[in-house]
């Protein structure tokens, strides 16, 4: 996997049909999807429960590009080799889950996995200065996580900071809530090159009329390119 900053759109599939796993992770990569990102939540660290580990197993044959775990649990430690094992290229944990952070992230480089650390809205930048040289991606949150559909929440200053913080570094940047045409510019503009997006790529489409999937993943794109800089 080479690095680099050109915009990759990451469709979360908290937005598909969860009958349809599999299928759905297919069809928005025939679509143009460069990412597939997969979100967890335990009911503990966030207000609500996606799924684990073994459906993350179960995903994984029907996922060819990059498969993007975003855990959104508390502990995070010891689920690390259980994702690792299900075929996880990045597992991004997020800062506010525990007192080591850094401790969790040097764990999922052990487990084989590229290491991301996430921000909630109200965590400043500064969390991460010193996580930089052991971090693969930092994904700055655009709503409170726990559910898709929300309302963005402007973190430009936030991703400004951070792109300037991460200098030469290989970390990625990933914008995660509320990302869609009107969205991605700023984003992209401001220093991001992961746009994850779960209801404005898989709203209007399914497996069986998937076109719906590829216009939506154009036009975020699209809307992200035109003022990358
Ligand atoms: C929020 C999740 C996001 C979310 C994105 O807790 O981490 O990945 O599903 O969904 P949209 O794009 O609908 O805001
Ligand atoms: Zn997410």
Redesign the pocket.
């Known amino acids: 996997m080479t690095f680099d900053r050109s915009i990759k759109i990451a469709p979360?599939i908290?937005?598909a049909d969860f009958a349809n796993f599999g299928a759905e992770c297919a069809a928005v990569e025939a679509q143009g999807a460069d990412w597939v990102?997969v979100?967890v939540?335990d009911g503990h660290f966030?207000p609500n429960i996606s799924f684990g580990p073994t459906t993350c197993a179960a995903i994984r044959p029907h996922i060819k590009g990059i498969m993007d775990v975003?855990l959104?649990i508390a502990p995070v430690d010891p689920y690390i080799d259980a994702f690792a094992q299900a075929g996880a290229d990045f597992i991004t944990a997020h800062v506010e889950a525990g007192p080591h952070i850094h401790r969790t992230l040097q764990a999922i480089r052990g487990a084989g996995a590229k290491a991301g650390v996430a921000l909630n809205p109200g965590t400043p930048a500064s969390a991460v200065e010193h996580l930089l040289d052991i971090t693969d991606l930092v994904c700055v949150?655009t709503?409170n996580?726990?559910?898709?559909?929300?309302k963005f929440i402007d973190m430009t200053d936030k991703i400004k900071t951070l792109r300037a913080m991460i200098g030469d570094r290989p970390v990625h940047i990933e914008i995660?809530?509320?990302?869609d045409v009107n969205t991605a510019p700023t984003v992209a503009k401001a220093g991001a090159d992961v746009l994850?997006?779960?209801?404005?790529v898989f709203r209007g489409g399914s497996v069986t009329n998937p076109g719906p999937y590829g216009d939506n993943i154009r036009a975020i794109r699209e809307a992200a390119s035109g003022v990358y800089v």
């Open positions: 979360s908290l937005a990102h979100d939540m966030v975003h959104m949150m709503v996580p726990g559910f898709g559909g929300q995660d809530g509320g990302v994850v997006a779960g209801s404005a």
